[in-house]
Nanobody, 123 residues
Framework: VQVVESGGGSVQTGGSLRLSCSAS????????MGWFRQAPGKERAFVAF???????YYADSVAGRFTISQDNARNTLYLQMNSLKPEDTAMYYC??????????????????WGQGTQVTVSS
């Protein structure tokens, strides 16, 4: 599975951004696709995932502000980010896996990663 992110940028506190992740190279009906982020000096952390049934799960820090969604016809994953805060500043990564029976938030379970897209939120 190959994934490529796009849509990062700079925004002020309270603003919005939408990230996209184009996926290819798989034909499984079952998959897990997620977003992770890594701030400078910090470990990469889970943000949200969606499974092939459309079930979603969010980190507490973004729940209610971020929405993960997918367009199956376009093999594209999205992350709509609203009410952005300076602490949301990070490199955001799209990840995918077709082996997990049940999707989880542990990053080491995701075998396909994109190069990342930078999100910067200024105060």
């Amino acid at each position: 599975v190959q994934v490529v992110e796009s849509g990062g940028g700079s925004v002020q506190t309270g603003g919005s951004l939408r990230l996209s992740c184009s996926a290819s190279g798989y034909s499984n009906n079952h998959y897990c696709m997620g977003w992770f982020r890594q701030a400078p000096g910090k470990e990469r952390a889970f943000v949200a995932f969606v499974d092939s049934r459309g079930d979603t799960y969010y980190a507490d820090s973004v729940a209610g502000r971020f929405t993960i969604s997918q367009d199956n016809a376009r093999n594209t994953l999205y992350l709509q980010m609203n009410s952005l805060k300076p602490e949301d500043t990070a490199m955001y990564y799209c990840a995918a896996d077709i082996r997990m029976f049940v999707c989880v938030s542990a990053l080491y379970e995701y075998k396909s990663w994109g190069q990342g897209t930078q999100v910067t939120v200024s105060s």
